[in-house]
């Protein structure tokens, strides 16, 4: 299939997101021998420099540069990106909170397939693309099948494909013009940062991180314990800052703060990869899980299967006795 | 105002180990325990304090089979006033685009100004939220934790961004917005309130009721497709400590010692 692929390319203070070129990798991976192109959307100077960061990578880039674009609102560019795009084309995006605001209804208003958070490639016979998924929070896999002789919108998660180095002198389309006379029924207000907690968890060498494995709110004394003891900070994962059992600021993970510790104890954490995009730097990571499939295990160093609640005031006691 | 929440019938993955079935075809599915969707259950719980203040009636609908009617049973003994079925074999291997648009079938037998989906579900595809609204051609956000009924028809939405950030807009009604976990704090539900709404009728709709051609949505309408689940093959993975758990702690201290993890 000779399928036209286009990458919407994330920047960030001038300079383009490392999503961009994993996009492209992917691309030149899901539709062997495809000539990308960077889609670049925004207001001022930035459009223009990442325009050409990108151009040394991808053989064509569309620049996209109105006062209106100034921030990726979703409800914009999917009018934006019916407008500009061909029949039948292929849209990559990256899995972020963008790609989940734009791609479900860009594929509806493409008329093309959408199959979201791609994290491998299974070959394309003809017009269908196979495709690797994970379902149940990452404790199965799927092969997934499109039919894309319509076009397709794909999310695809980050890190799944390896950027390489390519090499090209592309083009640059200006595409302002197309942005003219959009609107939406969404205006963006403004965005406000994280609410900065008590604590740093960023800064903190050892963290003691605890998920919904945990069971009941009362069982944190167990972790707070064994923290203290090991002279470490506590971090958590989603569930119980959603529960309201512990702050924002120590959640770890794509929703929340991005950590680099030396050791990091995984307690009761299955291991989405919304969690483990938040732990970064390749600490020893000790994960204990009552659950020998959470993909938790896939990644730690060392693991137990057990019960938290058995282990922990052992382990405590003893590094209380050193 | 008038919302609807669509709710999802899912295994509870906190509760169950999730394994294949030999040669793929589906999860095993004996011995799972079944709840609502842990983000749609948020979703119920917003729409209802929304009119709590404001005003208005909660719909809950579902799309499933039989089993479907104890979640939106559930869901309604939170505070929803109606429910919805959606039952008919022709919805079967439907994808996204195929959910959406039996949705939206949905949507237009009734006057709802405001349709709520959970963020994601047990696929992790978080699609029908914003595809439906593409359908309607209504105005879509996602993965929202903040909603304010400004007046008018607009509400003023936070979304959840990367690193903990709130992106906040303004948004016209009617609109749908996917909402994420933690915008509140869902109400528990005890037995006497489930007794409470135990025999009120919830009506039924299959695909003939919602002006459906079976052809353009379940497995013949879908374009993409479930071919088999499987577990990839374990890397290396993690290094596997046994022992009672004095044993294990004492091999855990030296560990935390040899790589700087005890101060």
Not at chain 1, 149 to 168: D, E, H, K
Request: glycine share 12%; proline share 4%; hydrophobic share 45%.
């Amino acid at each position: 299939m000779d399928a036209k692929v286009f990458v919407y390319a994330v920047h960030k203070d001038g300079q383009a997101d490392d999503s961009a070129l994993e996009l492209l990798a992917a691309a030149g991976t899901l539709f062997p021998g495809c000539a990308p192109t960077a889609l670049v959307t925004g207001a001022g100077s930035a459009v223009a420099a990442v325009a050409k960061e990108l151009a040394a990578a991808f053989p064509e880039v569309w620049s996209f540069d109105a006062a209106s674009l100034a921030y990726p609102n979703a409800e914009l560019l999917r009018p934006l990106l019916v407008k500009a795009l061909p029949a039948g084309a292929v849209v990559l995006l990256p899995h972020t909170t963008l790609g989940m605001d734009l791609g479900p209804g860009l594929s509806v208003k493409l008329g093309a397939a959408y199959v979201p958070d791609v994290v491998a490639a299974d070959g394309l016979e003809g017009a269908t693309l196979k495709v690797v998924r994970q379902e149940y929070a990452g404790q199965v896999s799927a092969h997934v099948t499109a039919d894309v002789s319509g076009g397709a919108v794909l999310t695809v998660r980050g890190g799944a494909f390896r950027p390489g180095t390519p090499a090209a002198s592309g083009r640059i389309v200006d595409q302002s013009a197309l942005a003219e006379g959009l609107t939406a029924r969404r205006k963006f207000v403004e965005v406000i940062a994280a609410e900065a907690g008590d604590i740093d968890i960023t800064r903190e060498d050892v963290l003691v991180s605890v998920g919904r494995g945990i069971g009941e709110q009362e069982n944190l004394e167990l972790v707070h314990d064994l923290a203290k003891a090991m002279g470490a900070a506590v971090s958590c994962s989603r569930p119980l800052v959603d529960a309201k059992w512990l702050e924002k600021a120590r959640q770890v993970g794509t929703s929340g703060q991005t950590v680099k510790p030396k050791v990091y104890l995984a307690l009761g954490i299955s291991g989405s990869f919304q969690h483990l995009g938040g732990l970064k730097g390749n600490p020893f990571l000790v994960a204990i899980n009552k659950n020998p499939k959470a993909p938790i295990f896939q990644v730690a160093t060392v693991g137990i299967v057990g019960d938290l609640l058995e282990l922990l005031p052992v382990l405590t006691e003893k590094i209380r006795k050193g | 105002m008038e919302i609807l929440v669509c709710v999802k019938r899912v295994p509870d993955s906190a509760e169950n180990e999730i394994s294949v079935e030999a040669g793929g075809a589906d999860i095993r599915r004996d011995d799972l325990t079944y709840s609502v969707n842990e983000w749609d259950n948020y979703a119920v719980e917003e729409a209802i304090q929304i009119v709590e203040r404001e005003g208005g009636n909660v719909t809950v609908v579902s799309l499933g089979d039989g089993e479907t009617e104890e979640v939106v049973r559930r869901e309604m003994a939170m505070g929803a006033n109606q429910g919805l079925l959606l039952v008919d074999p022709a919805f079967e291997g439907s994808d996204g685009a195929g959910v959406a648009s039996i949705l939206k079938a949905a949507v237009q037998k009734g006057a709802y100004d405001l349709v709520l989906t959970g963020a994601l579900a047990d696929d992790g595809a978080a699609q029908v939220g914003g595809m439906l609204a593409a359908m309607l051609d209504w105005p879509y956000a996602s993965v929202v934790n903040r909603v304010e009924v400004k007046g008018g028809n607009t509400l003023l939405i936070g979304r959840e961004i990367e690193g903990g950030a709130q992106e906040v807009s303004e948004i016209q009604t009617p609109c749908v917005l996917s909402i994420q976990t933690g915008i509140n704090e869902p109400r528990y539900v005890g037995i006497r309130g489930i007794r409470k709404v135990a025999s009120v009728e919830i009506p039924v709709l299959t695909a003939a009721g919602l002006g459906l051609d079976p052809a353009a949505i379940g497995a013949a309408g879908a374009r993409v497709k479930r071919v088999d689940y499987f577990v990839p093959p374990a890397g290396a993975g993690a290094d596997m400590l046994t022992g009672s758990n004095e044993e294990l702690a004492s091999q855990l201290v030296e560990l935390l010692k040899a790589k700087g993890g005890l101060k």
